[in-house]
């Protein structure tokens, strides 16, 4: 009953490293995405996957890349990573585009701190 | 253009209190509306789901109400329970464009219930 699985939880990058968010899920869901959440604020719709190989951006794709190889996995790549991108990082899955009329499920999180 | 807002930012009440949590949108042609909750470190767990055709659901001791006229929605708990304890976001599905779904996220209500 794994649900939506990210890794890593925890990160710290330096200025201009790179890195790969992973995410996967069990559900069989053509639609996934990936959100940042920063303090205080909803969440934001960085990419989205409406199945394999399909992809698009959301509200901020800047500094972000995603890839949709299986309808499983849909990891989220960062390039030279800057302070900006400090956030916390959630990976979800719908049965549905944007969800309706169905819910969506997310995964716990990931933390990155850019120093 | 779509915007959530939910008030209060943070709720602290007494155990066994009944509480309610607001969450407001712009736009009232929205599909849905999803109430979530965030446990800290964790991701976010769906609630309620309520179609834009009905006016409530009930989940145990959750009641979410919506009145799409006056673009609100609100999230009842009866009986807190120090469990009870997390943030509460309301998101809605919304079409700015013919076949292109939105969610919309509100930034959250801490609730904190003392024991």
């Known amino acids: 009953n794994a649900g939506v699985t990210q890794t890593p939880k925890f990160r710290i990058l330096k200025i201009g490293q790179s890195m790969t968010l992973q995410c996967t899920q069990d559900?069989?869901?053509?639609?996934m995405y990936w959100y940042r959440q920063d303090p205080g604020m909803g969440l934001k719709l960085i990419y989205y996957s409406v199945g394999a190989g399909i992809t698009d951006k959301g509200e901020v794709p800047n500094g972000y890349n995603v890839s949709r190889s299986t309808t499983e996995d849909f990891p989220l790549r960062l390039e030279l990573a800057a302070p900006s991108q400090t956030s916390v990082y959630f990976c979800?899955?719908?049965?549905?585009?944007?969800?309706?009329?169905?819910?969506?499920?997310f995964g716990e999180g990931s933390w990155l701190t850019v120093v | 253009k779509q915007e959530v807002t939910q008030i209060p930012a943070a709720l602290s009440v007494p155990e066994g209190e009944n509480l309610v949590l607001n969450c407001s949108f712009t736009d009232s042609a929205i599909y849905n509306l999803q109430w979530f909750r965030q446990d800290p470190g964790k991701g976010l767990t769906s609630l309620l789901l309520i179609q834009s055709s009905q006016r409530e659901q009930t989940s145990g001791r959750l009641n979410a109400s919506l009145d799409k006229s006056s673009g609100r929605s609100t999230l009842y708990i009866a009986a807190s329970q120090p469990g009870d304890s997390a943030t509460y976001l309301c998101a809605v599905i919304y079409s700015p464009l013919v076949g292109n779904y939105q969610l919309i996220w509100g930034a959250g209500t801490k609730l904190i219930i003392k024991p």
């Open positions: 979800a899955s719908s049965y549905s585009k944007g969800a309706i009329g169905n819910t969506i499920y």
């Open positions: 559900m069989n869901h053509n639609y």
